[in-house]
């Protein structure tokens, strides 16, 4: 017992720590340890896993606390041939922006000489010691100068040097190792075949207000392709930080879909490549061609001269070239429509293939005369020879038997006034107004294919009715489309309806027969195997409106192959050839050249023995 200074009392007592004691801290300590270890764990898989979108899409970006975030283009992809591949029509590419920051290049002519030949960059000494302007050609002098007057901005922390950069052009550029020499990612839309298919794929392109997809398959299926952007939002504190325990709420972009096109690329290829050989050979100044699958009315070819690279769609001179002329080009069909009036006519019942009446050159409805387009006469003909030697007489024939409400019944049941709706944007749905009018004029006109407007791909859907025993099959240019989320569309062949009875149907395609072995389809033929179809020269109406430009003329040929067991049906048709007037020396023999190659393509057996001349 001790005694302080003021007199109290109190009692020391030494404490030692029994092991007891020291294992119980011992175990509270290493509880707070796991826990502690626990939280980060837990704190680690949140950041890693639930809220990594989130923290990627910071990452990407940083002094933004609300950023979009933009999704994958899907592909469009075609049959790659027989084999069941599939290749990319429409597709997306990383290419580069060079850009630099002047304030780290120290020597900027040393730099610019080295990296403009790397970027295609031309250096005409000539020309910038003398200090002339440069001609012609001598246009590369101008980028170098831009180029070096770029690098010399000592106080310009970022200066744009090139876009497009392929990524081999990189590889090349990194090996020089300059400082203040960088690069970006832009990721493009490209498109590998470049003009073949060009009206079917479209581009990706900007309206003034945003980038979408234009024209062709692009602008059809924006929305399927083009997927739908994302976005992230979350809190900042007082001075604009993040705020990492805050709000936020993030929408991951979802990626647009692929879509397969019924188009084969070997078809494809070689369809466009024979139409622009056809094209520059007459002179012409366009043309399309458009091939179907008899059975499933499935396209396997569509194209159009002129055509354009969507690689570079801007460098084009008239932008009417964008518009797909099989499914936008508009125009009166002339004598190929005479197989529409001889199919209500048979159909009908009003006559036979044999049937005959005297053609006298030519017909007066009121103050009108129309003649044959050869101005000849043929005397008695059949509905056959009607076809082959393709005259107008014979047509207005037919046509009157049918009578003109029957007659216009027949050609809408065809298709014709409608659009076809085969996937495309833009499409022309005709003209057949004039069927509506009185007036036996507007009858005759029309058996013949004046006065009134079809589109190529009408044509086809209209000939595939015919070709297929009388059932028309919805003409469709979209296969299947590819969900990002797994899911798959699938079209299937569709039959709209019949349009003539199966025996109207043979009867006809034998008529159609005729026309290519003696009529004016004679260059359309193949050697060993039947062909059906039907030439069609038409004028070409004056933009006044009064009458026909003189001399100008559309070529058509419409038809199908083998007659037995018809595989295709295809239009081919050239716009103001130079050297010819007639289809049967434009239109039929490109048909005849891309269905030689069908036939055996498919290895469809010759059903007939092949003459040789």
């Known amino acids: 017992m001790y005694r302080s200074q003021k007199g109290r009392n109190f009692n020391v007592r030494s404490r030692v720590l029994t092991a007891d004691t020291m294992d119980a801290r011992m175990r509270i300590a290493k509880t707070a340890l796991f826990a502690f270890a626990g939280l980060l764990i837990v704190r680690l898989f949140i950041l890693q896993i639930v809220d990594a979108d989130i923290y990627r899409a910071l990452a990407s970006e940083q002094r933004e606390i609300y950023r979009d975030l933009f999704p994958e283009r899907g592909e469009v992809l075609i049959h790659?041939?027989?084999?069941?591949?599939?290749?990319?029509?429409?597709?997306?590419?990383?290419l580069y922006l060079v850009y630099a920051d002047p304030r780290l290049i120290q020597n900027p002519k040393n730099v610019a000489d080295k990296l403009a030949p790397v970027l295609g960059i031309e250096k005409n000494v000539k020309c910038k010691m003398e200090n002339e302007k440069c001609e012609e050609g001598e246009k590369q002098i101008d980028e170098y100068v831009q180029l070096l007057d770029r690098l010399s901005k000592q106080d310009d922390p970022y200066e744009p040097l090139k876009h497009g950069v392929e990524e081999s052009v990189m590889e090349e550029i990194k090996k020089l190792n300059f400082i203040g020499i960088d690069s970006a990612r832009e990721p493009v839309r490209y498109y590998p075949l470049k003009n073949?298919?060009?009206?079917?794929?479209?581009?990706?392109?900007?309206?003034?207000?945003?980038?979408?997809?234009?024209?062709?398959?692009?602008?059809?299926?924006?929305?399927?392709?083009?997927?739908?952007?994302?976005?992230?939002?979350?809190?900042?504190?007082?001075?604009?930080?993040?705020?990492?325990?805050?709000?936020?709420?993030?929408?991951?972009?979802?990626?647009?879909?692929?879509?397969?096109?019924?188009?084969?690329?070997?078809?494809?290829?070689?369809?466009?490549?024979?139409?622009?050989?056809?094209?520059?050979?007459?002179?012409?100044?366009?043309?399309?061609?458009?091939?179907?699958?008899?059975?499933?009315?499935?396209?396997?070819?569509?194209?159009?001269?002129?055509?354009?690279?969507?690689?570079?769609?801007?460098?084009?001179?008239?932008?009417?070239?964008?518009?797909?002329?099989?499914?936008?080009?508009?125009?009166?069909?002339?004598?190929?429509?005479?197989?529409?009036?001889?199919?209500?006519?048979?159909?009908?019942?009003?006559?036979?293939?044999?049937?005959?009446?005297?053609?006298?050159?030519?017909?007066?409805?009121?103050?009108?005369?129309?003649?044959?387009?050869?101005?000849?006469?043929?005397?008695?003909?059949?509905?056959?020879?009607?076809?082959?030697?393709?005259?107008?007489?014979?047509?207005?024939?037919?046509?009157q038997k049918v009578g003109i409400e029957r007659f216009r019944d027949y050609v809408e049941r065809f298709?014709?006034?409608?659009?076809?709706?085969?996937?495309?944007?833009?499409?022309?749905?005709?003209?057949?107004?004039?069927?509506?009018?009185?007036?036996?004029?507007?009858?005759?006109?029309?058996?013949?294919?004046?006065?009134?407007?079809?589109?190529?791909?009408?044509?086809?859907?209209?000939?595939?009715?015919?070709?297929?025993?009388g059932k028309m099959m919805k003409l469709w240019l979209v296969d299947e489309i590819r969900k990002s989320n797994g899911a798959i569309i699938k079209n299937e062949p569709q039959a709209v309806r019949e349009v003539i009875n199966p025996r109207t149907a043979t009867l006809l395609?034998?008529?159609?027969?005729?026309?290519?072995?003696?009529?004016?389809?004679?260059?359309?033929?193949?050697?060993?195997?039947?062909?059906?179809?039907?030439?069609?020269?038409?004028?070409?109406?004056?933009?006044?409106?009064?009458?026909?430009?003189?001399?100008?003329?559309?070529?058509?040929?419409?038809?199908?192959?083998?007659?037995?067991?018809?595989?295709?049906?295809?239009?081919?048709?050239?716009?103001?050839?130079?050297?010819?007037?007639?289809?049967?020396?434009?239109?039929?023999?490109l048909f005849g050249e891309i269905a030689r190659f069908l036939l055996q393509y498919y290895e469809i057996k010759p059903t007939r023995p092949i003459v040789q001349h």
């Not at 299926?221 to 809190?235: H, M, N």
């Open 80 to 94: 790659d041939g027989k084999g069941g591949g599939l290749t990319p029509l429409a597709t997306n590419k990383d």
């Open 509 to 589: 395609s034998g008529m159609m027969v005729s026309v290519v072995e003696r009529g004016h389809g004679k260059r359309a033929g193949v050697p060993g195997y039947y062909v059906a179809g039907k030439t069609g020269t038409a004028q070409i109406p004056r933009t006044d409106g009064k009458g026909y430009e003189s001399g100008a003329t559309i070529g058509t040929f419409a038809g199908f192959a083998p007659v037995e067991n018809p595989k295709f049906v295809m239009v081919t048709r050239i716009d103001r050839p130079k050297d010819v007037q007639f289809a049967e020396s434009s239109a039929a023999p």
């Open 196 to 399: 073949i298919s060009s009206h079917i794929a479209g581009f990706v392109g900007s309206d003034g207000e945003k980038i979408a997809g234009r024209y062709g398959i692009e602008g059809a299926l924006e929305k399927e392709l083009a997927g739908v952007q994302g976005f992230f939002e979350g809190e900042r504190d007082v001075g604009g930080r993040w705020i990492p325990v805050g709000k936020r709420n993030l929408k991951p972009a979802l990626d647009g879909s692929t879509v397969v096109l019924t188009l084969d690329r070997a078809i494809q290829h070689v369809a466009c490549t024979k139409l622009n050989e056809a094209v520059a050979r007459h002179g012409a100044s366009g043309g399309s061609v458009v091939i179907a699958e008899v059975a499933t009315g499935k396209i396997l070819a569509m194209c159009g001269a002129p055509d354009f690279d969507p690689n570079v769609y801007s460098k084009v001179e008239d932008i009417s070239v964008y518009n797909n002329p099989a499914t936008f080009g508009q125009y009166e069909p002339g004598s190929v429509f005479k197989v529409i009036t001889m199919a209500a006519a048979l159909d009908t019942g009003e006559v036979t293939p044999e049937t005959t009446y005297e053609d006298k050159g030519e017909v007066k409805i009121g103050p009108y005369t129309i003649n044959n387009s050869d101005y000849k006469k043929h005397g008695v003909q059949t509905m056959t020879q009607v076809l082959e030697q393709s005259l107008n007489t014979g047509a207005m024939f037919a046509a």
């Open 415 to 469: 298709g014709f006034g409608m659009p076809t709706n085969v996937g495309l944007e833009q499409e022309a749905k005709g003209d057949i107004a004039s069927l509506s009018k009185r007036g036996l004029i507007y009858l005759a006109t029309s058996s013949f294919g004046q006065g009134i407007s079809v589109t190529p791909v009408q044509l086809l859907q209209a000939i595939g009715a015919i070709s297929n025993q």
